[in-house]
């Protein structure tokens, strides 16, 4: 069945220091994948998307990801994180036959130390 | 452009009733989903809204419903609420097809006592 694996529940990181959540995702052909970002009591912001073309997209704040076919994986990085990255963070994936469902991870906390 | 907006952002009930969640969408955006997140169950599709009509539903249970509009504003309706349907309800809509991102309101927060 189609899913979607976050593997860390929890990051912490130094402020500065680079940045790196894990992605993978189950099936059999290339879905639609995203990311987002969910503050404390705060709905969902879109990060970046992937739908096709060059795999190293661009997002926003300074993040970017990375989707490897061969892997299926859909990793999420920031070269340099702020205090204010700290947040929940979701991986989610359109698997197209189920059309505009979004199918999440379960998400990764991540803790920022000054 | 004002994005999704939810009504009301946050509900007390008492089990057994039932409550009706609002969402409007960001203007242009035909097609609006809804989600379930909870601690335990994380975030969970509930159905999406296109042109009125309900296009797909998640695995809840009948209780869960809705309905669009034909301005696209759509509604959400919990009948007979259990302690179970405490959560945080949230909207989203997009542009028609999977190959559009969707936004997400700040959501309603249910709670049930």
């Known amino acids: 069945a189609q899913s979607v694996t976050q593997p860390d529940i929890h990051i912490t990181v130094s402020e500065g220091a680079s940045l790196e959540l894990r992605c993978n995702y189950s099936y059999g052909a290339t879905p639609y994948l995203f990311w987002y970002v969910q503050s404390p009591g705060q709905g969902l912001q879109l990060l970046l998307k992937?739908?096709?073309?060059?795999?190293l997209v661009q997002g926003i704040k300074g993040f970017e990801a990375e989707f490897k076919r061969s892997q299926s994986s859909f990793n999420l990085r920031k070269p340099s994180v702020h205090w204010s990255d700290a947040a929940e963070y979701f991986c989610?994936?359109?698997?197209?036959?189920?059309?505009?469902?979004?199918?999440f991870g379960a998400g990764t906390i991540l803790r920022v130390k000054s | 452009k004002a994005g999704v907006t939810q009504t009301p952002r946050y509900l007390i009930k008492t089990r057994g009733q039932q409550v009706t969640l609002s969402c409007s969408p960001i203007s242009g955006h035909r097609s609006v989903s809804w989600y379930q997140q909870t601690p335990g169950q994380g975030l969970q599709f509930l159905f999406e809204y296109f042109s009125e009509t309900q296009r797909n539903k998640g695995n809840f249970p009948g209780r869960f419903s809705g309905r669009q509009f034909s301005n696209s504003r759509s509604e959400m309706n919990v009948s007979t609420l259990e302690l179970g349907d405490s959560a945080l309800y949230l909207c989203?809509?997009?542009?028609?097809?999977?190959?559009?991102?969707?936004?997400f309101g700040p959501g309603t927060r249910l709670t049930v006592t």
């Open positions: 989610a994936v359109v698997f197209m036959e189920y059309g505009n469902k979004l199918v």
């Open positions: 992937y739908f096709s073309g060059d795999t």
């Open positions: 989203a809509s997009s542009l028609v097809g999977p190959a559009y991102e969707q936004y």
